[in-house]
């Protein structure tokens, strides 16, 4: 009787500890595989990459959506803080530039609805003093709680005509150490 | 039974990843407020890591997902289905079949998804559209061919405030089941 208690006991303990383990692990883990991906295997952080038109072999990220242009920025908080930017779409397709810390949270975001002369703002480290260039630009600051993460730019770009804008506007964008 | 109870409770993580509790279900439409935000508890943070990673919060876009027909049955790649609503609560949506492993199904259609843009309202806002793997002769369309199990999913993006706020008030589209198997007229 005391034998199958305890081993009752046992599963139940180690299945929940592996219950909330997963939980608590997966979403670090998914967004290191995916900042890998973007960052084209970790070198290319502190600079936009930008995904091709997405079809239905696209890969790099779960549920893309077909109907809009991705451009990527894997970063690295190590040198101190980015300054980000990012054009409008020209003809005012909706864009959004939003932040991701490493455990998935969307801790910014910015689109050319609120700010359609362009997106500008300064990503730091939560927690650091910020640099006195970083407070004089009067920019919204953004801060993360991880020294790595990802930012996104998503532009409408339903059609090809459509993704030949936002291609072109997306080159502009930035994800640069501010100097 | 140390084993059994790592075997039972990393199953059980990846079951309630991939199959998402504690989101609302409006009309067959499953979606979460906490998508993306600061907010999202360590259950609905790890579910969006698995099937929406960089998801947006509910601000910039709201997402729904499903894998059954308004009758409660699945989605099939051999089915076709009428999806009909009215007018969105959001600056712009789209629905887009994906396949059961969260990718969009491997076809060359170039119809992955309908939009906003694409199908067309009738005096009252009402619009139709398709979801099979076979083209349908009018109207607007999204390709189910190789999606096995398909998956449906909306995006409200800028959805209005009354959108965010109460999921309950968006008047959701309908997934009706047409037919299924080849010989199904369209």
Not at chain 1, 29 to 38: I, Q, S
Not at chain 1, 130 to 147: F, G, M
Not at chain 1, 150 to 170: G, H, S, V, W, Y
């Given at each position: 009787?005391?034998?199958?208690l305890?081993?009752?006991?046992?599963f139940?303990?180690?299945?929940?500890?592996?219950h909330?383990?997963?939980?608590?692990?997966?979403?670090?883990?998914?967004?290191?595989?995916?900042m890998?991906?973007?960052?084209q295997?970790?070198?290319?952080?502190?600079?936009?990459?930008?995904?091709?038109?997405?079809?239905?072999?696209?890969?790099?990220?779960v549920r893309?959506?077909?109907?809009?242009?991705?451009?990527?920025?894997?970063?690295?908080?190590a040198?101190?803080?980015?300054?980000?930017?990012?054009?409008?779409?020209?003809?005012?397709?909706?864009?959004?530039?939003?932040?991701?810390?490493?455990?998935?949270?969307?801790?910014?975001?910015?689109?050319?609805?609120?700010?359609?002369?362009?997106?500008?703002?300064?990503l730091?480290?939560?927690?650091?003093p910020?640099?006195?260039?970083?407070?004089?630009?009067?920019?919204?600051?953004?801060?993360?709680?991880?020294r790595?993460?990802?930012?996104?730019d998503?532009?409408?770009?339903?059609?090809?005509?459509a993704?030949?804008?936002a291609?072109?506007?997306?080159?502009?964008?930035?994800c640069a150490?501010?100097? | 039974?140390?084993?059994?109870?790592?075997?039972?409770?990393?199953?059980?993580?990846l079951?309630?990843?991939?199959?998402g509790?504690?989101?609302?279900?409006?009309?067959?439409?499953?979606?979460?407020?906490?998508?993306?935000?600061?907010?999202a508890?360590p259950?609905?943070?790890?579910?969006?890591?698995?099937?929406?990673?960089?998801?947006?919060?509910r601000?910039?876009?709201?997402?729904f997902?499903?894998?059954?027909d308004?009758?409660?049955?699945?989605?099939?790649?051999?089915?076709?289905?009428?999806?009909?609503?009215?007018?969105?609560?959001?600056?712009?949506?789209?629905?887009?079949?994906?396949a059961?492993?969260?990718?969009?199904?491997?076809?060359?259609?170039?119809?992955?998804?309908f939009?906003?843009?694409?199908?067309?309202?009738?005096?009252?806002?009402?619009?139709?559209?398709?979801?099979?793997?076979?083209?349908?002769?009018?109207?607007?369309?999204?390709?189910?061919r190789?999606?096995?199990?398909?998956?449906?999913?909306?995006?409200?993006?800028?959805?209005?405030?009354?959108?965010?706020?109460?999921?309950?008030?968006?008047?959701f589209?309908?997934?009706v089941?047409i037919?299924?198997?080849?010989?199904?007229?369209?």
């Amino acid at each position: 009787m005391k034998r199958a208690l305890a081993l009752g006991l046992t599963f139940a303990g180690v299945a929940l500890a592996a219950h909330v383990g997963t939980i608590l692990v997966a979403p670090h883990a998914l967004m290191t595989l995916a900042m890998r991906k973007l960052s084209q295997g970790d070198g290319k952080v502190n600079t936009f990459q930008f995904a091709r038109r997405t079809t239905a072999q696209s890969r790099a990220i779960v549920r893309p959506s077909p109907d809009l242009a991705y451009a990527s920025c894997v970063y690295d908080l190590a040198q101190g803080p980015l300054l980000v930017s990012a054009a409008p779409t020209p003809g005012g397709g909706y864009a959004s530039i939003s932040v991701f810390a490493a455990n998935t949270d969307n801790i910014g975001v910015f689109d050319t609805i609120a700010h359609p002369q362009g997106i500008r703002f300064v990503l730091a480290r939560a927690g650091e003093p910020l640099p006195d260039k970083a407070t004089r630009l009067a920019l919204p600051v953004v801060l993360s709680p991880s020294r790595k993460g990802a930012i996104l730019d998503r532009r409408l770009a339903p059609t090809t005509e459509a993704f030949a804008l936002a291609e072109k506007a997306r080159r502009a964008d930035s994800c640069a150490p501010l100097r | 039974m140390a084993a059994l109870g790592l075997v039972a409770g990393t199953g059980s993580a990846l079951w309630t990843m991939k199959q998402g509790l504690g989101r609302e279900v409006h009309a067959g439409w499953s979606g979460s407020k906490v998508t993306g935000s600061v907010d999202a508890d360590p259950w609905t943070r790890a579910q969006v890591a698995l099937t929406g990673l960089l998801a947006l919060n509910r601000q910039q876009a709201i997402y729904f997902s499903r894998r059954t027909d308004d009758a409660g049955q699945p989605l099939r790649e051999d089915c076709r289905y009428r999806v009909e609503g009215a007018t969105l609560p959001a600056r712009w949506w789209s629905v887009t079949v994906y396949a059961a492993d969260d990718y969009l199904p491997l076809n060359d259609d170039d119809a992955l998804s309908f939009d906003a843009t694409e199908v067309r309202r009738d005096a009252k806002g009402r619009w139709a559209a398709t979801v099979a793997a076979q083209r349908p002769a009018s109207g607007a369309w999204a390709s189910s061919r190789n999606a096995g199990a398909v998956d449906l999913t909306l995006r409200l993006y800028n959805p209005t405030p009354a959108a965010q706020a109460d999921f309950a008030a968006i008047a959701f589209p309908r997934v009706v089941r047409i037919g299924c198997g080849k010989g199904d007229a369209a």
